[in-house]
Structure formats: C-alpha cells, structure tokens
C-alpha cells in the first residue's frame, strides 16, 4: 500500500542556519511530490511540489529534492527563521489517484 | 491570494448527534476534498469530489458521512450519527483542474465530540 514516512521527529536549528527534513516514500507508482507547513492551529500550507520528471526544484529559500531510485525526498530551507518553526509534512500522489497520502510530520523548532 | 475557508472553527456536539461542516474552496477550484488529523498524528484522505459526485473516498469515510455541494460556492461534510473517535480537525482542500495542481487547504474545523 501507499506509505509516506519521516526519519526524525523533531529538528532544532539555530537562525540562520540551513534546514533539511528527510522523506521517505514506499509507492514507486507516486510521481508527484508535495511539501507541506503546517503551523499551530492551523491548515497545511502549501510550499513547494515537484514532479517525478525531475529531481531538483527551487523556490524562495527553499529547494526539494526527489531521488526516484531510492524513493527519498528532501526539503532544504536556506537561513532558517523564527517563523519556519512549525511541522512539515511530505505528501505523495500519483497521476489518475484523488488523495494525497501524508507522512507523520516532522517539527521543527528555529533556535533564535 | 485566495484562500479555502472553512466553518465553524471549533464545533462541540454530542455523541450520536449529525454534525456538518462547512468549506467554501477557492472559486475557480474545481477538486475538492476532506481531510482528518487526529490530534498528534498525520493527514488522512477521507473523500474527493468533482463534477457534483464523489471520485474517491477512503475506508474512513463510511455510511455516516456524506458530502454535498448544495450551491455553486460551498461544500459540506456531514456526520450523521458522530461518535467519540469522530474528534479530529477535520480539514477542506481545493484544487484546479490543471494537471497535477497542489490541494491547497483550509484552517479546518476543530469537531470535540462528548
């Protein structure tokens, strides 16, 4: 079945200093990716997606990464601030399917 | 930027009482969904919708939950009989129909069933 997975629960990072939360993902049929915010009292916020055609896209002070061979993907942010202190979720979909299958979420907590 | 609003934000029902709520996707949206976390845990599908019918719902969304679009802006999630592990936030999400779109989501509705 589908399974979307994060490594680490919690990260603490100082401010100014660069982030990377890890996904793992099992439904090699997925060839759509999707980073989720999700702060306090609040719904995921979209931040970034990208598709199975590629392995690399960039954003503002973000970049995701997605290794098809090893069904990894990643969220780098650059010079994390205060208010990229939430949970982040990875999601997964494939192309003809409806739902977007979420990992567990990973919080991460800026040290100012 | 237009936004998925939901309501009310946190509802308090008895047990065995219908609950619905409400979503108003982004206006040229034309994908909808409900989502559920239970507190502390990850996002799980419940149901999508498109061309007023549902295309897909998940093994949560049984007999006791229905979806209407009853208008051309709203778009509703009804518990008919709620039960004690129906408490969850209950999340709506929107998205365009332009291949592979990201669903964007709602606030969500706190449901606290007693």
């Known amino acids: 079945g589908e399974s979307v997975g994060l490594h680490l629960p919690t990260l603490s990072v100082q401010e100014g200093d660069n982030s990377i939360i890890n996904c793992a993902y099992s439904?090699?049929?997925?060839?759509?990716f999707i980073w989720y915010k999700q702060e306090s009292g609040k719904g995921p916020q979209f931040i970034i997606d990208?598709?199975?055609?590629?392995d690399k896209r960039q954003g503002q002070r973000v970049t995701v990464l997605l290794n098809k061979t090893v069904k990894h993907l990643s969220l780098q942010i650059a010079a994390t601030q205060p208010g990229d202190s939430a949970v982040y979720f990875c999601?997964?979909?494939?192309?003809?399917?409806?739902?977007?299958?979420f990992g567990k979420g990973n919080q991460v907590v800026v040290i100012p | 930027e237009p936004e998925v609003t939901q309501t009310p934000s946190h509802q308090v029902t008895q047990m065995g009482q219908e609950v619905i709520l409400r979503c108003v996707p982004i206006?040229?949206?034309?994908?909808f969904y409900w989502y559920r976390q239970i507190l502390g845990q990850k996002v799980e599908f419940l149901v999508s919708?498109?061309?007023?019918?549902?295309?897909?719902k998940s093994e949560i969304f049984d007999d006791q939950f229905s979806v209407e679009r009853p208008d051309g802006s709203n778009f509703t999630l009804k518990i008919r009989s709620t039960k004690l592990e129906d408490s969850a936030m209950y999340f709506c999400?929107?998205?365009?129909?332009?291949?592979?779109?990201?669903?964007?989501f709602g606030d969500g509705t706190r449901l606290s069933i007693l």
């Open positions: 999400a929107s998205r365009g129909d332009a291949g592979n779109q990201p669903q964007h």
């Open positions: 439904n090699s049929a997925s060839d759509y």
């Open positions: 990208i598709r199975s055609n590629m």
């Open positions: 999601a997964e979909n494939y192309y003809g399917n409806n739902r977007l299958a």
């Open positions: 206006s040229n949206h034309l994908y």
């Open positions: 919708f498109y061309n007023n019918e549902i295309s897909e």
